[in-house]
């Protein structure tokens, strides 16, 4: 049964940085679409960030040029590295499995918080 692990949230202030990680088992992210994403209280999961299975990457306007997504196919994790964080990125951040078209396929794990403070 697909895994996927997530870590690295916590609670920072605006400008600062972190970095989740997200460890998959009983599935090889090095061929298959993985996506980073979040969902504040109230609204629905959306997706932050993607990875393809040759390596390009997309992002939604709001945290490009801030967020970078990267794998590491040896240790079959994805990355979602934060810098200058806001408070509007407070969100729990989750790591699935989608498809050529960025559709969730299902495979979630639990979530990793992240608090931006003012």
């Known amino acids: 049964q697909v895994r996927l692990v997530e870590s690295g949230g916590g609670l920072v202030q605006a400008g600062e940085s972190l970095t989740l990680s997200c460890v998959a088992s009983?599935?090889?992210?090095?061929?298959?679409?993985m996506g980073w994403f979040y969902q504040a209280p109230g609204k629905e999961r959306e997706m932050v960030a993607a990875?393809?299975?040759?390596?390009?990457?997309y992002y939604i306007d709001s945290v490009k040029g801030r967020f970078t997504i990267s794998r590491d196919n040896a240790e079959n994790t994805v990355y979602l590295q934060m810098n200058s964080l806001k408070p509007d990125d407070t969100a729990v951040y989750y790591c699935?499995?989608?498809?050529?078209?960025?559709?969730?396929?299902?495979?979630w794990g639990q979530g990793t918080q992240v608090t931006v403070s003012s």
């Open positions: 699935g499995v989608v498809d050529r078209r960025y559709r969730p396929l299902g495979y």
């Open positions: 009983k599935i090889r992210i090095a061929i298959n679409f």
């Open positions: 990875i393809n299975n040759d390596g390009s990457t």
